[in-house]
């Protein structure tokens, strides 16, 4: 092991594509050096797992965390990287600090990883809330007449199916804390309540978001400590920030238009299929142009670590 700082991530063949450019987009810092890869295969060929050891030897089939999901979930290997998100230490033993990041994130600005980690090194889980003055509603409500008669939202559907109304009602005043780009030490005392609180949720919750729910308890109700980072530094793209044609990069949508750290493509599905496409984005310099979310991986990029001289 060369590193103490493990960037995890892991898809099925269906992401690969989204995969590759999240790794060339950390590999181009040269700061990526002092990070090892830590991959998790839940259904890639074997042609995409021999790119992938161009860049580490760490590539782990995951099991499920609880037995009755092998046949509940049989079809859907991928969620394996969902539910054991928990037990990223007992899959990569041995590193100080593990850095989760969704295989449909990019890295555009290192100084938002250096916030994770140093979010991390105070003890704490460094992550995002679903919540900026840029995200307009993290709550949905059906009225009947000027009374609210149903509320919808992330915590309030997954709490209630896995835990019950009593749950719902106590976690859905929170914001939504993001599981999909995380950072924490490995001897932080989270883990093992993390664990835990997922397994139970498995009993009757729904496996594809046992993890981020899981995570809102654990920080919302039984105050574990959080570090929660701006929105910019792991922005959702389902939110538009601007573009900033002159340093070529996303950025806030307001002021002061700090560059977006991590892009999440959550939500983007075809996008996430098909690069060719594009949306409309409004520039700092009043123009409206067409341009991709995806990371741009046709400009110089490092080789491969293996095929460096300077790689341990």
């Given at each position: 092991?060369?590193?103490?700082?493990?960037?995890?991530?892991?898809c099925d063949s269906n992401y690969f594509p989204l995969l590759e450019e999240l790794i060339l987009s950390v590999e181009?810092?040269?700061?990526?050096?002092?990070?090892?890869?830590?991959?998790?295969?839940?259904?890639?060929?074997?042609?995409?797992?021999?790119?992938?050891?161009?860049?580490?030897?760490?590539?782990?089939?995951?099991?499920?965390?609880?037995?009755?999901?092998?046949?509940?979930?049989?079809?859907?290997?991928?969620?394996?990287?969902?539910?054991?998100?928990?037990?990223?230490?007992?899959?990569?033993?041995?590193?100080?600090?593990?850095?989760?990041?969704?295989?449909?994130?990019?890295?555009?600005?290192?100084?938002?990883?250096?916030?994770?980690?140093?979010?991390?090194?105070?003890?704490?889980?460094?992550?995002?809330?679903?919540?900026?003055?840029?995200?307009?509603?993290?709550?949905?409500?059906?009225?009947?007449?000027?009374?609210?008669?149903?509320?919808?939202?992330?915590?309030?559907?997954?709490?209630?199916?896995?835990?019950?109304?009593?749950?719902?009602?106590?976690?859905?005043?929170?914001?939504?804390?993001?599981?999909?780009?995380?950072?924490l030490q490995a001897d932080a005392p989270h883990w093992q309540h993390w664990q835990k609180l997922l397994k139970d949720?498995?009993?009757?919750?729904?496996?594809?978001?046992?993890?981020?729910?899981?995570?809102?308890?654990?920080?919302?109700?039984?105050?574990?400590?959080?570090?929660?980072?701006?929105?910019?530094?792991?922005?959702?793209?389902?939110?538009?920030?601007?573009?900033?044609?002159?340093?070529?990069?996303?950025?806030?949508?307001?002021?002061?238009?700090?560059?977006?750290?991590?892009?999440?493509?959550?939500?983007?599905?075809?996008?996430?299929?098909?690069?060719?496409?594009?949306?409309?984005?409004?520039?700092?310099?009043?123009?409206?142009?067409?341009?991709?979310?995806?990371?741009?991986?046709?400009?110089?990029?490092?080789?491969?670590?293996?095929?460096?001289p300077s790689a341990v």
């Amino acid at each position: 092991m060369a590193n103490k700082i493990a960037f995890c991530t892991g898809c099925d063949s269906n992401y690969f594509p989204l995969l590759e450019e999240l790794i060339l987009s950390v590999e181009r810092f040269p700061q990526s050096q002092q990070i090892d890869w830590c991959f998790w295969d839940v259904g890639l060929t074997a042609e995409q797992v021999q790119w992938l050891k161009q860049y580490s030897s760490n590539i782990v089939k995951p099991d499920w965390p609880l037995p009755h999901l092998a046949e509940q979930y049989a079809h859907k290997e991928y969620i394996k990287a969902c539910v054991n998100r928990p037990f990223l230490p007992q899959h990569f033993p041995g590193y100080e600090t593990y850095v989760w990041l969704d295989p449909d994130t990019w890295v555009q600005d290192w100084a938002s990883i250096e916030m994770f980690l140093a979010g991390a090194a105070k003890g704490k889980i460094a992550l995002t809330a679903q919540v900026d003055r840029a995200y307009p509603r993290t709550l949905r409500a059906t009225f009947l007449g000027p009374f609210p008669l149903k509320v919808k939202g992330f915590y309030v559907s997954n709490a209630r199916k896995a835990f019950g109304w009593q749950m719902a009602q106590k976690l859905m005043r929170h914001h939504v804390l993001l599981a999909g780009m995380f950072a924490l030490q490995a001897d932080a005392p989270h883990w093992q309540h993390w664990q835990k609180l997922l397994k139970d949720a498995l009993k009757k919750g729904n496996a594809f978001t046992a993890e981020q729910l899981t995570l809102g308890i654990m920080c919302h109700l039984d105050n574990y400590e959080a570090e929660i980072l701006p929105a910019y530094t792991h922005w959702l793209c389902e939110f538009k920030p601007l573009w900033d044609e002159v340093n070529g990069q996303f950025v806030e949508p307001y002021l002061p238009h700090q560059p977006i750290g991590v892009l999440h493509m959550a939500g983007f599905d075809d996008m996430r299929i098909d690069r060719t496409l594009t949306l409309d984005f409004q520039t700092l310099e009043g123009k409206t142009i067409k341009r991709s979310y995806r990371f741009d991986h046709t400009a110089d990029l490092p080789a491969p670590r293996k095929q460096r001289p300077s790689a341990v």
